[in-house]
């Protein structure tokens, strides 16, 4: 149980454009979600926090209108990159909390999305 | 505001022998605390956790972490360690909004 997709796992795409990624929870509904991105050799940062049905909270620092977060249903949150540039190729985890599975303690974390922008 | 330090960057071990991995944190309140592996190219899987209770916490895949308050540490173990267990290693703190430690990579060496 507690499972949580990603699609895609990975994606290049040209300057300029924008990306979508979505996070899935496969088997349990999931009342908050976050998205947290890695630089190569580093540890994970978080974006941003998402309940279900509200507006998203970013960290110090994450441009709202850069990285977009939807998160529509208990078992889906996307996020977009938007006008993406190299400097936003990096590998982008979601995770996925329940207060019913697991608890509102534990996060169970996607496979993450490596993009990388030409 | 909460922090984790994973003192040791990179671990080397060679299979059958015992491992440790440090972890320390800073936080206001009872912590949460957690340990996650990662291989290359991967998510992160959850190894254990601790809230509260006993302060020895059991694993999956054969580790443990021990909760010392007077240390501020939750140091990971593992008494026999498999070729399989190389991977990088994360301790997190907090529930609302997680910290990583920076990560340990673990290599084992046959």
């Known amino acids: 149980g507690a499972v949580v997709s990603q699609h895609p796992s990975r994606v290049i795409c040209k300057s300029g454009t924008s990306v979508k990624i979505e996070c899935r929870s496969l088997d349990f509904q999931a009342t908050t979600m976050f998205w947290y991105r890695q630089f190569p050799k580093q540890s994970l940062m978080l974006m941003a926090t998402s309940n279900e049905g509200s507006k998203a909270t970013y960290e110090q620092g994450v441009e709202k209108d850069k990285f977009l977060i939807n998160h529509a249903s208990l078992t889906l949150s996307t996020l977009t990159v938007t006008s993406a540039h190299p400097e936003d190729s990096s590998f982008y985890i979601c995770?996925?909390?329940?207060?019913?599975?697991?608890?509102?303690?534990?996060?169970?974390f996607g496979p993450g999305t490596r993009l990388t922008v030409l | 505001a909460q922090s984790v330090t994973q003192p040791d960057i990179h671990i080397t071990v060679s299979e059958g022998a015992s491992l440790e991995l440090r972890c320390n944190y800073s936080?206001?309140?009872?912590?949460?605390l957690f340990w996650y592996v990662q291989s290359p190219g991967q998510g992160l899987q959850l190894l254990l956790k601790y809230f509260s209770g006993d302060t020895l916490v059991q694993g999956i895949k054969g580790f443990e972490a021990e909760f010392k308050r007077s240390q501020s540490s939750f140091n990971l173990r593992k008494p026999s360690v498999h070729w399989s267990d190389a991977a990088e290693y994360f301790c997190?703190?907090?529930?609302?909004?997680?910290?990583f430690g920076a990560g340990t990579r673990l290599t084992v060496k046959p």
């Open positions: 936080y206001g309140a009872t912590p949460y």
């Open positions: 997190a703190v907090g529930a609302n909004d997680m910290r």
């Open positions: 995770s996925a909390r329940s207060p019913v599975t697991g608890g509102m303690d534990t996060q169970y």
